[in-house]
């Protein structure tokens, strides 16, 4: 397994147009590609661990590289 960062941009509930980005670290054995088709879950749990804010995209990079993948999926769980 090697570390991969998912940076996920989320938006306040309240407030869609106010958003950020936040960078979740896992163990990860497979492509960028298939860290952003996977990472539904990740990011599932962490909008449960924080209601006041929607993910709106989301991309996996290795860390300390430029290679990443782009995940443009809206969630409404929150």
Known sequence: MNPI?????VCAVLSPATCEE???VFDWN??????????????AQWVGEH???NAVKW????PHRN???DGAA?????
């Open 5 to 9: 960062n998912l940076i996920v941009t």
């Open 22 to 24: 936040t960078v979740l």
């Open 30 to 43: 497979g492509s960028l590609r298939q860290c952003v088709m996977g990472a539904q879950p990740y990011i």
């Open 51 to 53: 209601p006041k804010w």
């Open 59 to 62: 991309r996996c990079e290795y």
């Open 67 to 69: 290679d990443k993948a």
């Open 74 to 78: 809206a969630t409404s769980a929150g």
